[in-house]
């Protein structure tokens, strides 16, 4: 209170707290604002995103994406590159002349002038324009220098050939990410390392430049270089095709392979696809991304006869010149097997089982070997674990193994001669090239070679195993010559032995728990010159219509192309070979 123009201390004291009051209301008014302040700035950086000068629209920070290392035949012919397409999206609420903007993208971005305006509506902070364009509509777009308008290059793999080897490739799907074959194996070695292109950021706006000049794109990745013959590949995949149609079958595959390294010369499968296409593939036939040369079984049939045979020569239960007394059936774990012609042969030696393909004959083989012996051998050829090729996607197969609860001593029998045992073609092909190499199993693979700049990490041919002696491998070898000599002359080759084996497999039903009564897959594995061998092929043929058998339809196809592969290979006859000895 004041008394005399004085003021007392009680007065005093008050006076004190409401300056301080005020001061810390101010403070805090202050601390609130500039709060305020940033978090509005952030929020409009955020949300709308910053307003770069216009001269800087079109040179900001660029996403990079690493360009793919390409892929190469052996030869050198490219298989697969990169091209550039472009993403254009737009910050409609900092372009300066909405309608100018419209009437110049509207035909390059081939979008009607209504739908272009709706999508550069200046209350929309962003728009996507066209997820992706070609190189010569950014160019056109770039020359406009349009604030607000941004391009962001997007790597697009290209397959040069086509359909050419696309179950054997993959494909780049739209996220950069290689899938199935060789893209989807090698995807991390593939992509290479991001090149960051300096410049400045906007948060949820990145302006891209467009990089014409090589220089400014993102390094490339390392590259590989391929054991797959382009010649080869086309020659097997026309012939293959042409099979398809001619029998009316439903699909096939073929594979070559050099025996003496495990090298896949071609890989072929049909139907098939378009990888630079692949979008276009329906959903429900996703299934042809799948490479049935590795990822898919079926029960081999007689040409697995080979791999009872090189066991039963291995262990010495038999020599080629063994006899046995065909009667025409066999029992074995209480069911009886029959020959596929319903005949007895008499006395035949094992020469005249592989000749004839004689059921009977082959599962009296493996009762000789026994569970134990049988199955080793089974398991010494790869089958029912992956072979280790560089491709996506490879399964394992199937064995049913003594001891396991749903295999029966039946399967001995069975087995024997292919049925009711599940292998991939590449399982087959490699166990039959064993015999091929002299009785040593090779790791097949595809890429030759992986080069990075200076450096090149080269594949060496890798042996699995010395699954058969030579000896053995040497007389079956002569055994297979003369099988196909007198039970598949259309395989045969003027000038050249082949050796090889025919198979006509049933096809198991699940749903029926039967095998189909009619359709059959058709196959013939062959390898040539028979003691010298440049290459090994299987031909699979699905469901062929106008004839079921391996002898007919698949070992035609075989000669065909081996009749190529000779030349292609640079392949002198036996007569020239044996001269020069």
């Not at 090779?442 to 058969?468: F, L």
Request: with cysteine; glycine share 8%.
């Amino acid at each position: 209170m004041i008394v005399r123009g004085r003021i007392t201390q009680e007065d005093d004291n008050s006076w004190a707290k409401e300056k301080a009051f005020r001061r810390l209301v101010f403070l805090i008014a202050v601390l609130v604002g500039v709060i305020l302040i940033l978090v509005a700035q952030l929020f409009r950086l955020q949300v709308f995103g910053g307003a770069p000068d216009p001269e800087l629209a079109m040179l900001a920070s660029q996403e990079t994406v690493a360009s793919r290392g390409i892929i190469l035949d052996r030869n050198g012919y490219f298989l697969a590159l990169n091209t550039y397409e472009y993403e254009i999206t737009a910050a409609p609420n900092i372009i300066t002349d909405t309608q100018y903007a419209i009437d110049q993208l509207s035909p390059l971005l081939d979008l009607s002038r209504d739908d272009l305006a709706a999508l550069l509506d200046p209350k929309n902070p962003y728009a996507l324009l066209k997820k992706r364009a070609s190189k010569e509509t950014a160019e056109a777009i770039a020359k406009l220098k349009l604030q607000g308008i941004y391009l962001k290059p997007k790597l697009r793999r290209r397959y040069p050939e086509g359909q050419l080897a696309a179950h054997l490739l993959g494909f780049v799907n739209f996220d950069c990410n290689g899938a199935y074959g060789l893209e989807g194996y090698h995807d991390s070695v593939l992509k290479g390392m991001d090149i960051p292109q300096g410049g400045e950021a906007y948060l949820n706006y990145q302006a891209v430049p467009i990089a014409f000049d090589p220089l400014a794109l993102p390094q490339e990745g390392p590259y590989l270089v391929l054991t797959l013959d382009r010649n080869i590949q086309y020659l097997v995949e026309r012939e293959l095709a042409k099979a398809v149609a001619r029998y009316q079958a439903e699909s096939g595959t073929i594979i070559v392979m050099d025996p003496r390294t495990g090298a896949i010369l071609a890989m072929a499968s049909y139907p098939s696809y378009d990888p630079n296409r692949f979008y276009e593939v329906p959903k429900e036939q996703f299934d042809l991304f799948v490479n049935p040369a590795v990822s898919k079984w079926y029960e081999p049939g007689s040409v697995f006869k080979v791999v009872t045979m090189a066991a039963g020569l291995e262990t010495g239960v038999v020599t080629p010149d063994s006899t046995y007394f065909d009667s025409g059936t066999i029992e074995v774990g209480g069911w009886t097997i029959f020959n596929p012609d319903r005949k007895a042969h008499g006395w035949v030696t094992m020469r005249d089982i592989l000749a004839y393909s004689l059921n009977v004959g082959i599962a009296h083989v493996s009762t000789l070997l026994g569970e134990e012996r049988f199955y080793e051998y089974v398991r010494r050829f790869g089958f029912g674990r992956k072979t280790g090729i560089d491709l996506d996607g490879e399964i394992e197969g199937y064995v049913r193994m003594p001891g396991s609860a749903n295999w029966s001593r039946v399967d001995l029998g069975t087995n024997s001669f292919g049925q009711g045992i599940d292998v991939t073609p590449l399982q087959m092909i490699t166990a039959v090239a064993a015999v091929a190499n002299h009785g040593l199993l090779m790791k097949p693979y595809v890429v030759d070679r992986i080069v990075d700049g200076q450096n090149v990490i080269v594949t060496q041919p890798t042996a699995v195993a010395q699954v058969i002696s030579a000896q053995a491998a040497e007389q079956l070898t002569d055994m297979l010559v003369d099988a196909v000599e007198r039970g598949a002359e259309l395989a045969m080759v003027p000038d050249y032995e082949i050796a090889g084996k025919t198979g006509t497999a049933q096809i198991f039903i699940p749903e029926e728990g039967q095998y189909d009564p009619e359709l059959t897959i058709a196959s013939f594995a062959g390898y040539a010159p028979a003691h010298d061998p440049r290459f090994i092929m299987l031909v699979k043929i699905d469901k062929p219509r106008l004839d079921p058998w391996g002898s007919e339809v698949a070992a035609p196809v075989f000669r065909i192309i081996a009749e190529r592969l000779f030349a292609l290979l640079d392949t002198p006859s036996d007569r020239v070979r044996l001269a020069s000895r």
